[in-house]
């Protein structure tokens, strides 16, 4: 695969390399983390959102998550700033859209009070997750530039 290069916005940024997680579906943080948050699993983060096919049962922790924006309720912002807390937050969110803000408040707050950067980076396109696969190589830099492959 030759490599394909995505601008996007970034919202807190970063360096970083590694494998892709991806998924066409919005990644539901409440539902997606809940058992991780409330179930006495602490060691890991498997994705247990079932209707999610692209992440159930894979592992978040540590995951450069690529995927069009989150979903969920009012706790989606907890739920992540909660498994960060955790150290089994993702490494990094890269959307296609824009992110939700209630998702976006628990990457900030996580950042601001914990020291503990989750690098996000929005509006990708939808070209990005046309090309992205899970296991794919990823490049992120600081100023939202994405290489893929």
Known sequence: MAKKTFKGRPLLSGNLKGKALASKQPLNTTGSYLENLFGGNSKTAPCTDPN???????????????????????????ALMGVASLGLGPK????????????????????????????????????????VNTGDPIAIKEDGTVEVG
């Open 52 to 78: 999610n096919k692209g992440f159930y049962k894979k592992e978040l922790g540590g995951a450069i998550i690529c995927t069009t924006t989150t979903v969920g309720s009012s706790l989606g912002g907890a």
């Open 92 to 131: 990094a969110l890269l959307f296609s859209e824009h992110v939700d803000s209630v998702s976006l408040a628990g990457v900030l707050m996580d950042d601001i009070w914990n020291g503990k950067r989750i690098i996000t980076i929005d509006l990708l396109g939808d070209e990005f997750l046309d090309t």
